[in-house]
């Protein structure tokens, strides 16, 4: 069936980096936009990046723009967030999603993982 | 950047009952919006997009409008497991963005 499946999440310093992966199965990685949603403890949804399904188009949310990058292997059906100078408002469960459908963003993100946990604490 | 803001950002219901949530666009984003549904500890669920259009999979009770500026979830004869708290999200630019959501409680 479909779907998407996050690991990464951890423990990390302030000022560290990780790298969270988003592994994807049940559909044609290859033809679908990419996003990485989080929340943080207590808020509400917030978006994070998208990318175009040939990893050619990369858009970002002020918040992140220039720490996080956004990435994907579609040799692997894998999706990837590099996440650098990490900061304490940067804990959150991150949450991997698919468009809904293929070629636009428009309509949505119709598949999402489980989530993957982020702690930045010394 | 859009922002949206949905109101109310609680609301209290009883099993039965028809709720409406509203999310408005500081500006005009055409049909662009998404609908989920959000409980603790699981993926959000889409079930609205392009402001109108059920997505597969989800209960006819549930029903978006709306076009613009402003648009409306509705949600009819509220079933248990509909108690969860909802966003509405735009598509029209980046960044992407999400209204500040609506927890739907039971009464």
């Known amino acids: 069936q479909v779907q998407l499946v996050e690991s990464g999440g951890g423990v990390v310093q302030p000022g560290g980096s990780l790298r969270l992966s988003c592994a994807a199965s049940?559909?044609?990685?290859?033809?679908?936009?990419m996003h990485w949603v989080r929340q943080a403890p207590g808020k509400g949804l917030e978006w994070m990046a998208h990318?175009?399904?040939?990893?050619?188009?990369?858009f970002y949310a002020h918040s992140v723009e220039g720490r996080f990058s956004i990435s994907r292997d579609n040799s692997k059906n894998t999706l990837y967030l590099e996440m650098n100078s990490l900061g304490p408002e940067d804990t959150a469960a991150y949450y991997c999603?698919?468009?809904?459908?293929?070629?636009?963003?428009?309509?949505?993100?119709?598949?999402w993982g489980q989530g993957t946990t982020v702690t930045v604490s010394s | 950047d859009i922002q949206l803001t949905q109101s109310p950002s609680f609301l209290s219901a009883s099993v039965g009952d028809r709720v409406t949530i509203t999310c408005r666009a500081s500006?005009?984003?055409?049909?662009?919006l998404a609908w989920y549904q959000h409980k603790p500890g699981k993926a959000p669920t889409l079930l609205i997009y392009?402001?109108?259009s059920l997505q597969g999979g989800v209960p006819s009770r549930f029903s978006g409008s709306g076009s613009g500026t402003e648009f409306t979830l509705a949600i009819s004869n509220l079933q248990p497991e509909d108690f969860a708290t909802y966003y509405c999200?735009?598509?029209?630019?980046?960044?992407?963005?999400f209204g500040q959501g609506t927890r739907l409680e039971i009464k």
């Open positions: 049940g559909f044609t990685f290859s033809s679908y936009g």
């Open positions: 392009a402001a109108s």
């Open positions: 999603a698919r468009d809904r459908a293929t070629v636009t963003t428009e309509y949505g993100m119709g598949v």
């Open positions: 999200q735009q598509l029209k630019s980046y960044p992407i963005t």
């Open positions: 500006q005009g984003i055409s049909t662009y």
């Open positions: 990318i175009s399904y040939d990893g050619i188009d990369k």
